[in-house]
C-alpha cells in the first residue's frame, strides 16, 4: 500500500463522519461553505479590503473567528482556486540527493517566478 492511498483514505473517512468545509479565498475576503449530502450551505462570506497594509492580519483573524464561532475546528477542509490564481509549471527533477531536493527545485523555478519561491 502507498502512503498516498493510505492519506486518502482517511481524508475520505474523516469526511463521512463530519461535513466538509469548503473555503474560497478571494481577493477582497473568502467564503466558507458546508458541503453536506451534496448540498451546499454557505456558511459566511466576508468581505476584507483587499488595499489595507494589514490584509493578510485581518484575513486571519476573521477566519480564526468564524472558525471558532461556528464551531469548525477539526472539520475537514478543501479550498479551490480560480484558474487565473495558479499555473503549473513542469521541470525535470534534479540529480541530487533527497534531502537537497527541496533547495534544488527552488533554485530551479527561481528563475521562472516573478516572485519569490518561498
Known sequence: MKLWDADLRDVL???RERPPMVLELRR???CLVRVHHGEAELILAQDIDPLSSRYRELLLESLR???QSQGLAGSPA???LFREDYN???V???KVPAGEMLAALRWQLAD???FPVS
Open 92 to 94: 525535470d527533477a534534479p
Open 88 to 90: 503549473l509549471q513542469v
Open 13 to 15: 473517512r474523516r469526511w
Open 28 to 30: 477582497d475576503g473568502y
Open 78 to 80: 478543501a479550498t479551490y
Open 65 to 67: 473567528h468564524s472558525v
Open 112 to 114: 521562472l517566478l516573478d
